[in-house]
């Protein structure tokens, strides 16, 4: 890789409260994260463990009852003529970030392709909207942008399908559309949000591949939300693993998956399904997420970690540095904690995972 890599991203010690009826739940809790132009970083965990809100901060669109507590988000985009600018996302108000930022530079892909489409609204008018509203496009150059739009995701007839409405489309269509709405302004970067969840197995398939070469050709940025492993394999350049608002292992998709130290990814990298496997069930992370209303001292993974040790009750651990690139938030990896092995079962999946790679030649 390149010295020259680009940043455009960057989310520093993030911390995100909501204020609700039961009490104050502290969801997100110190962030950090890196994205460069063109690559792909994904972020993995399990739901509720603050992936989403983590976007919603950088789209500017958190709910009203939440209060960014500590952090910065810095996005750094290039003007019209070509100079460029870096801002903070969470010091603007709305309307500025509404103006300059949604859909315009960084654009998202949500889970349910039925609850970003307007019922109401054609297909091509949806579209065509964020060009008139954010260059003052003219009607007739974003009604060809758009015809051109739906060629490029894939869409068969697309002068037909400009006339359509949602319902009168399939699902995987419709999230080919919410993808078409989304590159119409040419974003810098593109925030997929499950964007596969709600489609059969061919279908998304389909989808990754749909996002992966229109990274390629328009050399954009992407941020995969995903509590899905299967789909980060082949997609992402870099993972974060999330957990209870915290990421607990960074590193890039050869080092999350051939070599994971916390046990936590372990647990998720063994829960993927896998269709050679000898086990008769597949395997979950034992007892579920904790409530992040009553925060207590020490690792918040501890209750679910069978090789917790005894100071994960106590303190909460740091992130300890594995390699240039690799991270993990784990005593395991304090040179004063007993050795700690993966479970023999991830080991061997590993090793046939890295036999199948080299057979086909790549890296995952």
């Known amino acids: 890789m390149s010295e020259e890599r680009e940043q455009i991203l960057k989310i520093k010690d993030l911390d995100i409260s909501f204020k609700t009826t039961a009490g104050t739940v502290h969801a997100i809790r110190g962030v950090n994260i890196d994205l460069y132009k063109g690559e792909t ?4 965990g399990e ?9 919603k901060a950088v789209m500017g669109i958190l709910a009203s009852n939440a209060t960014v507590t500590n952090g910065t988000v810095e996005f750094s985009y290039h003007h ?17 970030i509404r103006r300059h930022i949604n859909g315009k530079r960084i654009a998202m892909v949500f889970q349910d392709p039925m609850t970003s489409l307007d019922p109401t609204m054609t297909i091509g008018k949806q579209i065509m ?3 008139i509203w954010h260059f003052k496009t003219p009607k007739k150059e974003a009604w060809e942008k758009a015809v051109e739009l739906l060629k490029e995701v894939g869409i068969e007839d697309p002068e037909k399908r400009m006339k359509n409405y949602p319902h009168q489309l399939s699902g995987g269509m419709r999230q080919r559309v919410v993808i078409a709405i989304a590159l119409a302004c040419n974003p810098d970067l593109l925030i997929c949000d499950e ?33 899905d ?3 980060v394999a082949k997609v992402a350049d870099y993972v974060n693993v999330m957990y209870a608002g915290k990421i607990v292992e960074k590193g890039t998709i050869n080092e999350i998956f051939y070599d994971p130290k916390h046990p936590y990814t372990w ?7 896998d269709l050679d496997t000898d086990d008769e069930r597949l395997y979950t992370i034992p007892g579920s997420p904790p409530n992040l209303l009553k925060e207590k001292p020490g690792d918040a993974f501890a209750p679910r970690n069978k090789y917790a040790l005894e100071i994960d009750e106590k303190a909460d651990p740091p992130m300890f540095q594995v390699s240039d690139t690799h991270y993990a ?7 004063r904690a007993p050795k700690a092995e993966m479970p023999k079962e991830l080991k061997t999946r590993i090793e046939k995972m890295k036999k199948e790679a080299n057979a086909h030649g790549s890296g995952l």
């Open 329 to 335: 938030a784990t005593w395991l990896l304090d040179p």
């Open 47 to 55: 739901s509720g463990s603050g992936k989403s809100v983590t976007m």
């Open 129 to 131: 909207e964020g060009m």
């Open 267 to 273: 647990g998720l990298l063994s829960a993927m399904p």
């Open 41 to 44: 970083v994904a972020i993995v």
């Open 229 to 231: 492993l299967g789909v």
């Open 80 to 96: 019209a003529d070509g100079s460029p600018e870096t801002v903070n996302i969470l010091e603007k108000d709305k309307k500025w």
């Open 195 to 227: 964007p596969t969840t709600a489609l059969d197995v061919t279908i998304q398939a389909k989808i990754i591949e749909l996002i992966k070469r229109v990274q390629k050709e328009r050399g954009i940025s992407v941020i995969y939300i995903t509590h």
